[in-house]
């Protein structure tokens, strides 16, 4: 239409994982200047992978390529809003968002990420968002999303930052393209500590 102006497609968090009852679901997140579009991602590993891998903040198999921008430029904005498997978040019901630390605590059958933070003498550090929007007047739900980089994303910076440092700025990049995006009127988009 004449006059209107076409949504504009400002950026691409390529991995986030949702906590589901029955498995987390992983998602790549289409940031519009109207609207956030959790697209679901084909399954790549089973529960058990992805549940360490919300504990751990990153992939721990690293052979998935992550899309791009320029993958979803083809797509048009009304077939992914239009598939139910996607979330769907208009900026202007965002009343909060929340980016959360937590310090993992490996348990005793998590022997492997013990060892591996032994060796490296780190502690594994996940970063997750909550987010508070209306879906309509009368109807307010929240998303929890864990920032969990896919391999490709994470290994070639292992080679000179820490892993914390990784998570963190992966966490960062994420937080600042909601910031833009987000009403001014937009509650607590700080980092906060805690579970």
């Known amino acids: 239409m004449p006059g209107v102006t076409p949504e504009k497609r400002?950026?691409?968090?390529?991995?986030?994982?949702v906590p589901e009852e029955e498995y987390?679901?992983?998602?790549?997140v289409l940031v519009t200047d109207h609207r956030s579009v959790f697209i679901r991602q084909?399954?790549?590993?089973?529960?058990?992978?992805l549940r360490r891998e919300m504990s751990y903040g990153t992939a721990l198999i690293v052979d998935v390529v992550p899309k791009t921008l320029e993958d979803y430029e083809q797509i048009s904005l009304e077939s992914l809003t239009a598939d139910t498997a996607n979330i769907i978040v208009p900026h202007e019901g965002v009343i909060s968002l929340a980016l959360k630390k937590e310090l993992q605590k490996p348990r005793a059958y998590d022997?492997?990420?013990?060892?591996t933070m032994r060796m490296q003498k780190e502690e594994f550090q996940v970063y997750d968002f909550e987010?508070?929007?209306?879906?309509?007047?009368n109807s307010e739900t929240m998303i929890k999303f864990y920032m969990v980089p896919l391999g490709a994303y994470f290994?070639?910076?292992?080679?000179t930052q820490t892993r914390e440092t990784?998570?963190?700025?992966?966490?960062?990049?994420a937080l600042e393209i909601f910031q833009k995006v987000l009403p001014t009127k937009t509650s607590s988009s700080q980092l906060t500590f805690g579970a």
């Open 111 to 115: 022997f492997f990420v013990r060892l």
């Open 24 to 28: 987390p679901k992983e998602y790549a």
């Open 42 to 49: 084909e399954k790549t590993r089973d529960n058990f992978w």
């Open 155 to 159: 290994k070639p910076r292992r080679q």
């Open 131 to 137: 987010m508070n929007y209306r879906q309509s007047p």
């Open 166 to 173: 990784i998570l963190r700025e992966y966490a960062n990049e």
């Open 10 to 17: 400002l950026a691409l968090i390529h991995r986030v994982i």
